[in-house]
């Protein structure tokens, strides 16, 4: 019944290493996204996919890859992982690109570089 | 780059108190959502507002969009231990799907 899965909901890794985080949504939405919530629980845009094309980047290091391989999953690849990359990172999905619907956030997965 | 401030940061008070956290900026939106998360879990859309002026009620939250579509209000009524959580407002500019979440409000009420 999850609408909004991410996974793995904790990832604890070294300086240096690459990782990646999976998302899928089971909505049947076209546009899904990429946030980085800060210690202090700001929540800020990274990308924005409708129908599997890229339709904001929000001036996001390059370490910082998204693929989607169909319209229900986003995935983020990070190389060369930073401590500053250290944050909870949300997948979340809408329907359409005017924003208005509201979107469904996945339950986050908490990022921390060592 | 628009910046949505909210007010206050953070709120502690009793079960049974009223309360209304504000939502502000100088730009312009299309409409607004307010999301609710609570710890370790991503946030929950609980409303959105689209015309100036408008008011939605959701049980013991009321919820307002400023006139000028600039700024939203979320008033709870006799609050209650399960409305603890940290509020979020968003704006939507109309740019495509983008969304400006506020600083975020802490909520806490006790018994």
Sequence with gaps: DTAVSQTPKYLVTQMGNDKSIKCEQNLGHDTMYWYKQDSKKFLKIMFSYNNKELIINETVPNRFSPKSPDKAHLNLHINSLELGDSAVYFCASSQGISGRGGQYFGPGTRLLVL | ?111
């Design chain 2, 1 to 111: 780059t628009q910046l949505l401030e909210q007010s206050p940061q953070f709120l502690s008070i009793q079960e049974g108190e009223n309360l209304t956290v504000y939502c502000n900026s100088s730009s312009v939106f299309s409409s607004l959502q307010w999301y609710r998360q609570e710890p370790g879990e991503g946030p929950v859309l609980l409303v959105t507002v689209v015309t100036g002026g408008e008011v939605k009620k959701l049980k013991r939250l009321t919820f307002q969009f400023g006139d000028a579509r600039k700024d939203s209000s979320l008033h709870i009524t006799a609050a209650q231990p399960g409305d603890t959580g940290h509020y979020l407002c968003a704006g939507d500019t109309g740019t495509a799907s983008k969304l400006t979440f506020g600083t975020g409000t802490r909520l806490q009420v006790t018994l």
